[in-house]
């Protein structure tokens, strides 16, 4: 395994492969900054219109991403190890974004009545409840700057 | 246990040319370094990617302050940096090509094209930003009170400005976070300039060390991609 | 030609000991400069050695200070700072660092038969990151602490404390970055530099770990770099992103901080793993249950690792439909570890078990591994979490298994792999009895805080004179922690005196199996004379000679005695006398 010898020299892309690519970024460019002056029409429901042009807007990039990494960066020629990692490091990124469902799927809390009562939980244990008041401490709590 | 002849005694590595000592074979070196590179590259776009999530939560929290305060970026600046990091993409793999070919003045100055265009991004990314300090959009205590700063088409549109904040922090965030890679770009790709130019055998003689620098500097432009949309063409709430 | 006096060096060769990693060159900067993944190993251990011992100072004042309901010499600003300081330090400059940093570096390249690793100035750049990192950590601790808690929970940590924060988050930040170069070195050596005949699953499962610890590492670290970046910003800049008064959410830093925590945690503890099934296998002289379950749980750990952090955050207002998800598939992640746990226990049955010190610490590792796991299924169930979190059962929970787990690990690891690292033979008797003191002041320790917990003892208290009645809980704890301080000091003595009066270590002691026993203790600075070729399967234990498990036991107690002694003081020098 150590002495495999797929070596890149064994592949030397020409250069008008690279100044395709080049030219069809910079079409991709022209077609992002495009789409962004046209209001691209809603799909109803959750799918607003800023959601379609975003959602656009985006393929584009990750077109272009991808040219980017497949061409310039060589990894449409590269060992299955090398392909695998980027694969991973996009799926690890991606898994972050689960980090939104969160957020999505906060509801309003139904009210405890037993926790409206806050003199009485606010007592101490030990003390008659209403009877003493939480001392207050503001040691650090001083807004900064 | 047989075994492959193989003495432990070495003698100086520069006179064996590039090969490392703890590695068998020139192509086992290579390919570490490029697995290496990649892995590094891995974790490069999970510390970006954290900051792109953040950017997406606020931004689908805020999508409306998140619009009107980035109608203050200036698109054209935005576009004019992309087409020049895409061009400088291209001079790279260029460099990393002709470095395959071992054409070293072809190398160098793809090397010093890239580095350029490099220097012309940040020149126009000192322009932006002088243009938001002019206008108090850096966040922190002195941030705008004023909303007419971000007038436009002739009228003052309803922001809050404590959103405009948090927009602002991530621009400056992520676009910093990112001209700083440029910045240590700038000098990789000038030491690596400097070796082709005095002909130090470690990059003339195996193109490898070209081509990691080309792998950071490809996903530099990477990042850029996915900021210029995201930050300078929200699409209008509609 | 005439008698002349000759020269002393031009004297025959005087027969002189030979030449190893230690002993090849003497001089500071041959240290300081060093490729050589083994020295790095050892610069390694006794950095985190000293780092180790700096916040085992800030445990032992933390149980004085508990040991009386309203605090004996602290005010609660500095309690404040000092289990900040304890869990900091723990954590990010000994936790995360120690077992991949010694063992993972100095076995690695040996274990897969290389020279080195990939990168040997990474190597060594990423100990000199960690150092940096300690140091600056250090000097925030010593110029007046931090007292946010290892967990720089926002808006408390970027808006509102008065401490030292963003210095220690620069050298944690460095310390991450170290941590990272490590574990590239680690990916690319195990992916590119196996000696021939090495295949993936002839590697000793030490390496799998390793592996996995690598990935997680690769795709953790970089998460809580920018997370704690932010913290510094929001400070310094006054850049607002988890700041609520301007719309802000200090829950999406809990959110980012645990997306790397709770991997880090995996960190911590798969390395332990792999060191566990080492010391089973070579003790039990008997090739792991279910080797490749044992390699795959280890993958699948790093991976359904990346799925759970929002079992920490039960009670931040995260949606309670996202805790359930994260509730369900941190049950799973137990699977694995499960997994490992009853393979282990399948080694050793039928297995030629030795007692010596590693193995103590090996089937110690089983217990208080086990039931640090098990009380993890208490706070990973949403339910019973609300009730346990943030009370003394979360500390008693991860102080079992990091302590209980990893330090036990590490300590059994320590013992098993120091003759080939130092090329002595220690005193095992002294070993023993340490691991035994270590688990009992283990346990006296923290098992009355899983009682205490439950009672209701908030964690991160200074004071609780409101509920007198855990004190006696809080007593037990500290006199433990006095004991287990004790078997925590003991090794660098015996340990250390073994350099100066042990006997010299043969090339494989405890007459285990691994390329690591096949070259000199302590090895050759290049590991091996000629690069070895694979030709049996791991953990392959001749299990018919008897005679060699006898000998290589008795070498290890009396080396360099010729044959083997029986009990009758008869001399057998050979099989099947």
């Known amino acids: ?145 | 246990m047989a075994a492959i002849t193989h003495t432990s005694d070495h003698s100086h590595d520069d006179h064996h040319g590039p090969l490392h000592h703890q590695f068998e074979s020139i192509e086992q070196q290579n390919e570490s370094y490029i697995v290496g590179m990649w892995t590094f590259l891995v974790t490069e776009v999970m510390f970006f990617g954290a900051l792109f999530l953040t950017y997406t939560l606020y931004r689908a929290m805020y999508q409306h302050d998140f619009f009107v305060a980035h109608e203050h970026l200036s698109i054209p600046m935005g576009a004019f940096n992309t087409i020049v990091l895409l061009i400088s993409s291209f001079t790279m793999v260029l460099a990393v090509h002709f470095a395959q070919l071992k054409r070293a003045r072809a190398v160098i100055a793809n090397l010093w094209l890239t580095i350029a265009l490099a220097g012309v991004f940040l020149v126009v990314k000192y322009f932006e930003y002088t243009s938001k300090f002019a206008d108090n959009l850096y966040p922190g205590p002195s941030f705008t009170a004023n909303k007419a700063v971000f007038e436009h088409n002739g009228h003052v549109p309803e922001i809050d400005l404590n959103h405009a904040q948090i927009f602002y922090g991530l621009y400056f965030g992520m676009t910093g976070l990112h001209a700083v890679h440029i910045i240590v770009g700038i000098l990789v790709l000038a030491a690596l300039a400097r070796m082709w130019m005095k002909g130090n055998r470690l990059v003339t003689e195996d193109f490898v060390p070209t081509e990691l620098v080309g792998l950071y500097w490809h996903f530099v432009d990477l990042v850029w991609i996915f900021l210029f949309p995201l930050m300078y063409l929200m699409p209008k709430p509609h | 030609m005439s008698a002349t006096a000759l020269h002393p060096s031009e004297l025959p060769e005087q027969p002189s000991e030979p030449k190893n990693y230690l002993n090849v060159a003497h001089t500071i900067k041959s240290w300081l400069l060093t490729g050589d993944h083994k020295r790095i190993a050892i610069l390694y251990l006794f950095s985190t050695g000293f780092f180790f011992f700096l916040g085992g100072l800030a445990a032992a004042v933390i149980r004085y200070e508990l040991t009386s309901p309203a605090g004996v010499v602290l005010e609660s600003e500095t309690y404040n700072r000092v289990f900040s300081a304890h869990g900091i330090i723990m954590v990010f400059l000994f936790l995360v660092v120690v077992i991949p940093a010694t063992l993972g570096n100095f076995l690695i390249p040996l274990m897969v038969g290389a020279r080195d690793l990939a990168f040997p100035r990474l190597n060594l750049l990423s100990w000199y990151l960690y150092m940096a990192g300690g140091t600056i950590v250090l000097a925030g601790m010593i110029w007046g602490g931090i007292d946010t808690g290892w967990t720089f929970y926002t808006p408390y940590s970027s808006m509102y404390s008065n401490t030292n924060v963003s210095l220690v988050i620069v050298g944690i930040f460095l310390g991450g970055f170290s941590s990272i170069t490590t574990g590239i070195n680690f990916i690319v050596t195990v992916h590119k530099m196996r000696a021939p005949g090495m295949t993936w699953f002839r590697l000793p499962l030490f390496v799998w770990s390793m592996y996995a610890t690598s990935v997680v590492i690769i795709l953790g670290t970089p998460v809580i770099a920018i997370t704690l970046l932010l913290v510094v910003f929001e400070r310094t800049f006054k850049l607002p992103i988890f700041s609520p008064e301007l719309g802000g959410d200090p829950v999406l830093f809990q959110h980012l901080f645990w997306f790397y925590s709770h991997p880090a945690v995996y960190i911590m503890i798969l390395p332990a793993f792999g060191v566990q099934s080492e010391l089973i296998a070579n003790f039990a002289r008997k090739r792991i249950f279910g080797y490749h379950f044992v390699a795959f749980s280890s993958i699948a750990i790093a991976g359904l690792g990346f799925l759970v952090w929002g079992h920490h955050m039960f009670i931040s207002s995260q949606s309670m439909y996202q805790g359930v998800v994260f509730s369900l598939i941190s049950f799973l992640v137990a699977v694995p570890s499960a997994v490992k746990v009853f393979n282990w226990t399948a080694t050793l049955y039928k297995g030629n078990i030795r007692l010596q010190s590693p193995m103590l610490y090996a089937l110690s590792f089983i217990g208080l591994f086990t039931v640090g796991g098990l009380t993890g299924l208490f706070l990973g169930s949403m339910g019973t979490d609300v009730h346990l979190t943030n009370t003394y059962f979360i500390v008693a929970h991860f102080h079992y298994v990091m302590v209980g787990g990893t330090v036990t690990a590490f300590l059994g690891g320590l013992h098993y792999w120091w003759p080939k690292m130092t090329g002595r033979i220690y005193n095992d008797g002294w070993a023993k009895i340490n691991a035994l003191i270590v688990f009992m002041g283990f346990n006296l320790t923290f098992f009355p805080q899983f009682i205490a917990g439950f009672l209701g003892m908030p964690r991160r208290y200074h004071y609780y004179y409101l509920m007198p009645e855990v004190q006696a809980y809080h007593i037990m704890s500290s006199a433990g922690a006095s004991f287990l301080a004790l078997g925590l000091i003991l090794p660098v003595f015996y340990l250390g005196a073994s350099l100066k009066n042990g006997a010299k270590a043969s090339a494989n002691p405890w007459g285990a199996h691994g390329l690591e026993w096949e070259t000199t203790s302590p090895p050759p600075t290049f590991n091996f004379v000629e690069t070895p070729v694979v030709t049996d399967e791991v953990y392959d234990f001749d299990p018919v000679s008897e005679y060699e498990q006898e000998r290589a036991t008795q070498e290890m107690v009396h080396p360099g005695t010729p044959g083997l002694l029986t009990k009758d003081g008869e001399l057998k020098t050979g099989d099947r006398e």
């Open chain 1, 1 to 145: 395994m150590s002495a495999d010898t797929q070596s890149h020299e064994h592949h030397i892309v020409p250069v008008r492969t690279y100044f395709a690519t080049l030219i069809a970024l910079m079409v991709l460019m022209g077609l992002t900054v495009g789409v962004y002056f046209i209001d691209l029409p809603g799909l109803g429901g959750f799918l607003t219109g800023t959601v379609v042009n975003q959602t656009v807007a985006l393929i584009i990039a990750i077109i272009k991403a991808l040219l980017v990494i497949m061409i310039f960066m060589g990894v449409k020629w590269s060992t299955p190890l090398t392909k695998l990692w980027v694969a991973a490091g996009f799926v690890t990124f991606s898994l972050m974004f689960f980090i939104l469902v969160d957020y999505g799927t906060r509801r309003e809390y139904e009210p405890v009545p037993a926790w409206d009562k806050a003199g009485e939980s606010a007592t101490p244990r030990g003390f008659p409840p209403g009877s003493q008041s939480v001392p207050s401490n503001n040691i650090n709590l001083r807004p900064r700057g």
